[in-house]
């Protein structure tokens, strides 16, 4: 298996795309930094960074709404990564399947 050289920003994050594997929707965007990718690759359930509360976070760890992964790509610039997951729950902190429910036009 040859490295992959991830291009993370200025923040050392890289934007990560989560879709259903089964249903193909789109669940959430979140961040990561490189302990978020590795504890993700390791545990095989998905895991954040935290913006807002400048700390790790494992998706499910308080509403039990765990996405367990099940295949980790990267796109052709190897700047956003996109994890194809099954979800246990809604991804959305609103209770929505997905945070992508509201339409722009």
């Known amino acids: 298996m040859q490295a992959i050289e991830l291009k993370y920003n200025e923040q050392g994050l890289i934007a990560c795309i989560v879709q259903d594997v089964d249903s193909c929707a789109v669940l959430m965007m979140a961040w990561m930094n490189e302990e978020a990718l590795r504890l ?18 494992h998706k499910g760890a308080t509403s039990k709404n765990t ?12 700047d956003t990564l996109l994890a194809l997951v099954k979800p246990q729950g809604p991804a959305c902190h609103t209770g929505e399947v997905s945070c992508f429910f509201r339409t722009l036009s």
């Open 67 to 78: 996405q367990e992964l099940v295949e980790l790509r990267y796109d052709c610039d190897a």
């Open 40 to 57: 993700t690759l390791e545990q095989r359930s998905m895991w954040f960074w935290s913006r807002s509360r400048n700390e790790l976070w």
